[in-house]
């Protein structure tokens, strides 16, 4: 259990979340069934939004 609270205090929400996950290979499933595999390279936390 204490893990799981360390976990929580360390966990920075939004894209500061995905900072950890840079340059590590990673398997997406879409909603309509594609699969995407491959590294996460950048993160642009002000990419477009809805409608652009």
Same mark, same amino acid.
Request: glycine fraction near 12%.
């Given at each position: 259990?204490?893990? *799981?609270?360390?976990?929580?205090?360390?966990?920075?929400?939004?894209?500061?979340? *995905? =900072? +950890?996950? =840079?340059?590590?290979?990673? !398997?997406?499933?879409?909603?309509?069934?594609?699969? !995407?595999?491959?590294?996460?390279?950048? =993160?642009?936390?002000?990419? *477009?939004?809805?409608? +652009?």
């Amino acid at each position: 259990m204490a893990a *799981l609270s360390q976990l929580k205090m360390n966990y920075m929400p939004g894209t500061a979340s *995905l =900072i +950890e996950d =840079i340059d590590k290979k990673h !398997l997406v499933l879409l909603r309509d069934g594609r699969t !995407l595999i491959g590294f996460l390279r950048s =993160i642009d936390q002000f990419g *477009l939004g809805k409608g +652009e």
